[in-house]
């Protein structure tokens, strides 16, 4: 099991990013209210999600990860889900490193998103 920080402003809710000016780790809370003004708003922050270390398994496949996101249907599926149903369809692998796992932090948020980041 990995470490989850821990917000270094209420020490008490786990960090749900890192302000990449500040180098410290927010909740989504706390990184509201301390970037809601001034030379704040110019910062960015770097979504961490500790579950999103969770490999993440198709439905109809249980040993297959969701790997792909298969553009055609708008939906994330894994390889064997290509072969068949999504035969043809077109794809993308998002098994790779940082990205993968933004991708995966912005799954319960809107698939759209997910879209916008993969393209
Ligand atoms: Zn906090
Ligand atoms: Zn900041
Ligand atoms: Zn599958
Ligand atoms: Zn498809």
């Not at 821990?6 to 780790?25: F, L």
Request: charged share 25%; glycine share 2%; net charge neutral.
């Amino acid at each position: 099991m990995k470490h989850s920080p821990v917000c270094s402003i209420c020490e008490s809710s786990t960090a749900e990013c890192r302000c990449n000016k500040c180098q410290m780790y927010y909740c989504s809370k706390c990184y509201e209210d301390i970037h809601s003004k001034g030379a704040f708003q110019n910062h960015s922050r770097t979504s961490i999600n500790d579950k999103s270390s969770e490999i993440i398994l198709c439905d109809k496949h249980p040993d297959e990860k969701l790997k792909h996101w298969c553009q055609d249907c708008r939906t994330l599926v894994c390889s064997d889900c290509l072969l068949y149903e999504h035969k043809g369809h077109k794809s993308n692998l998002i098994n790779q490193g940082s990205k993968e796992l933004e991708i995966k932090v912005y799954i319960s948020i809107t698939f759209e998103i997910i879209i916008f980041r993969i393209l």
